[in-house]
């Protein structure tokens, strides 16, 4: 009895503090996944294509940044990402203002002018910040959602299920 009173405390308050991170983290998301209603296309690029190469499995996230390297527009200290998203490439460049690349499997780049708190948000949500404190912050909300997720199967499967079935003959 005493770990059911420990457990439904434990998964009220510390459920509370971690919703509000896994809330930031949905919201940054959102916000993320759909940058294009409130940012400006980037008209200003000297280059809007790289090559690619003749086999698609050459094309890699080391191959596109070498490649944007090699344009002369764009340097190692200035890309700050480059993820793979589906069959095209996301690369975050630092500058006035910064620069969301995305690279397609033909080589076309489009670019879209990122907003100062789009990178504030960007940076909640991938915990790009060096800062060790927040990444500490991170590890714990993330072992403590797993613990809540474990000892809430424990705490809230029926007990029927636990106990041995009888059979009717």
């Known amino acids: 009895m005493l770990f059911k009173k420990w457990n439904r405390n ?6 509370l503090i971690v919703s509000v991170f896994l809330l930031m983290w949905a919201i940054t998301g959102f916000l993320l996944l759909n940058v ?4 400006e296309k980037a008209t200003d690029l000297k280059t809007t294509m790289i090559e690619v190469p003749a086999k698609p499995e050459e094309l890699t996230i080391a191959y596109v ?8 527009e764009y340097s ?29 499997s033909e080589g076309h780049i489009t670019a879209l002018k990122q907003d100062p708190i789009l990178d ?18 991170l590890e714990i909300i993330s072992i403590l959602t797993a613990f809540l997720v474990i000892s809430g199967l424990i705490y809230f499967l029926p007990k029927r299920w636990f106990k041995k079935r009888e059979t009717k003959i």
Do not use: C, M
Request: proline fraction near 3%.
């Open 76 to 104: 190692w200290g200035e890309i700050r990402s480059i993820a793979k998203s589906g069959d095209s490439f996301k690369v975050y460049v630092s500058r006035e203002p910064i620069l969301r690349l995305t690279v397609s």
């Open 36 to 39: 294009p209603w409130y940012q």
């Open 120 to 137: 504030f948000f960007y940076g909640l949500h991938v915990g790009e910040w060096e800062d060790l404190n927040y990444v500490t912050v």
């Open 65 to 72: 940044g070498e490649k944007l390297v090699e344009t002369g």
């Open 10 to 15: 434990f998964h009220r308050y510390i459920g």
